[in-house]
């Protein structure tokens, strides 16, 4: 198995790259041209961008091509408003190579299908924004909405199946404090799923990072807040974490 | 993308359409302004003791060596930035300072205050001027603005000091991101980053990305801009840390203090109630605030205001009351401008009349300041005056300067 990655995140509200706190709270980053192409320079190992709130306007397709004529040598994986066989086309079109499918699991389950047979199954990843109930049992998380319960069917369905190639756990309570990844979500999807999991949500330093990537089913890790408090933020993490099955630092070349 | 409407801050001036960006909550209060209120909330005599243990390792062994590199100016926060590092920190800074070819006397006279009342040394930068006038008329033209190869200058030469002489620690004042619209809670202890440069004291252009432009500028003019590359950075291990997410950062007082206690000189401006504030400068408070005006919608008073009512020593309706008495000033300063660029008035009035903003009164009815009733709001007697005398501009270094120039212009 290829080593795991360290993924940069870039959340995008009302066009701005913004800060996101549970998906409640956000501060002002900048232009996520230019937080993108930083995570490039960086050296991150895959790039993921999130417009959250895109609802059914789809894709933001003038941000993707922005962000594709940057030129970049990381993996570009979008996600926001993707909703039907055509966006996900049209992302692609526009310079994205994977996209992250959120709303739609829940909403239209039967359009993503589609959209592998469109663009591949390689391309499409499964977001599931996850959390503790007050039952004590791991829930599914609806941006949109705010309803949240135990994990849909068909969002299960959809997990086993072969129409998706990985899945984005969101640890939604965390999300943005910095206080760590609740491992035990991915232990609770490993009952559902053999896909590859990224787990993504607060996490900023390595030692909150370290015991993730030891779960066997992990394929990378994302931050997100936390890579704009320091320059080469990518690279000291991984310096910090040479010891852990991660892929090297690979700094590009850029004056 | 449907663009979401211009919303306003309901307790201080700005708003959505902030150029660093702004977000406002559910109860109409922007993001600066919560950020400011961990101002009141934290411990600021602990945050102090991270910063000890912060610079601790940067300390050299060596007196002969240098613990940090400081950019100064004779405005800004310099006085009390050299104060906390000097003084307070007991570092041994490197001053580095970018000759912006604004200077007005009195920031030259700080400068060599400066440097002499906390007996430090320093490096001055000047670009050659041709260099810098075609970077301007390209910048001007292309970006709206004047001010591009000053932003450059003065955020890339302290890097580049601190790679060629191999000084890892950079400390600068205040992040301006976190003070103006709240980019970072202050507990998150942000750095200096070559994208933040990029994507907001730069506008998305680095030097290179100026190449792109179809005109005369070439690699020649561009190169004392370029930021390190990466490897050299690491190498050395640059860092910069800003001391306002270590000390509660209150430029007003800070200043009124290093007036007492530093002998920093103030002056009053056209386009603002603020003294302290960019008394270095003729341009900045002048033809540039003109620029950002029509560029943005609101001009330097209200960044200033908006602080003064973050800090609680102003209301709103006082800060309003400010701006409109301020912001409509002409610039005093723009023949001189001129002169130096080679512009036209026609030239600057066209490019303004390009500018998102260009019709002022459109933007003051909009922003609320237009007939605001004057109110009283106490501003101390400036110590100096932002002299132009022409004698006095073959002062560039500051040697013996400062020990006259107050009682003859005062």
Known sequence: MLRKRLLGAVVVRQGWAVQSFGYRRWLPLGKAECLVENLDRWGADGIVVLAIDRGDQGPDLALIERLGALGLSTPLTYGGGLATEEHAREAVRAGAERLVLDSVLSHNPQAVGAMASAVGVQALVAALPLLYGTDGQVHHLQHRSGDQGLLPERIRELIAGGQLSEVLVIDSTGEGLGQGFNQSLLQALEAYTDLPLLAFGGLARAEQIRPLLSHPQLAGVVVGNALNYREHAIGHLKADLTDQPLRPHRQRCVI | ?410
């Open chain 2, 1 to 410: 993308m449907n663009t979401p409407p211009v919303q306003t801050c309901k307790r201080c001036l700005y708003n959505t359409n902030h150029p660093l960006g702004l977000v406002l909550d559910a109860d109409g209060i922007c993001s600066g302004c919560r950020i400011h209120e961990e101002k009141d909330t934290l411990d600021w005599a602990d945050r102090w003791q991270r910063l000890e243990q912060l610079v601790k390792p940067y300390r050299s062994r060596d007196s002969r060596n240098y613990d940090c590199i400081v950019p100064v100016s004779g405005a800004g926060d310099s006085f009390f930035i050299v104060h906390l590092v000097k003084e307070r920190l007991g570092l041994k800074p490197l001053l580095v300072t970018y000759n912006r070819y604004y200077n007005t006397p009195l920031g030259i006279r700080n400068l060599a205050q400066l440097r002499r009342r906390f007996d430090c040394d320093i490096l001055t930068q000047s670009v050659n001027p041709l260099s810098v006038k075609k970077i301007i008329r390209t910048t001007l033209r292309e970006l709206g603005s004047f001010h591009w190869p000053v932003l450059a200058g003065q955020s890339v030469f302290p890097v580049q000091t601190a790679v060629s002489h191999r000084i890892p620690l950079i400390i600068w004042g205040a992040h301006q991101g976190l003070e103006q619209v709240g980019m970072f809670s202050h507990l998150q202890e942000v750095e200096m980053t070559r994208r933040y440069r990029k994507d907001h004291d730069l506008m998305g252009y680095e030097a290179d990305d100026l190449l792109s432009f179809f005109d005369y500028l070439t690699e020649a003019d561009l190169w004392q801009y370029r930021y390190p590359d990466e490897a050299a950075l690491e190498r050395v291990g640059v860092r910069g840390i800003y001391l306002g997410n270590f000390v509660r950062w209150d430029p007003w007082a800070q200043h009124q203090q290093m007036v007492k206690q530093a002998g920093y000189a103030s002056a009053r401006m056209n386009r603002t109630f603020d003294i302290y504030d960019h008394v270095d400068d003729w341009h900045y408070m002048d033809t540039h605030d003109i620029i950002k005006y029509h560029k943005h919608g609101y001009g330097r008073v209200v960044d200033q205001a908006s602080r003064e009512i973050r800090h609680g020593r102003i209301s709103r309706q006082d800060a309003v009351s400010l701006v409109s008495a301020y912001q409509g000033n002409r610039p005093r300063h723009q023949s001189m401008l001129f002169t130096w660029l080679g512009l036209e008035k026609s030239g600057l009035d066209f490019l303004i009349s390009q500018l998102p903003c260009h019709s002022i009164q459109a933007v003051v009815a909009s922003s609320g300041f237009a007939d605001a009733p004057p109110r009283h709001f106490f501003v101390p007697e400036p110590v100096a005056k932002l002299d132009m005398n022409i004698s006095e501009r073959q002062v560039i270094v500051g040697k013996g300067y400062p020990d006259n120039f107050i009682s003859k212009t005062a």
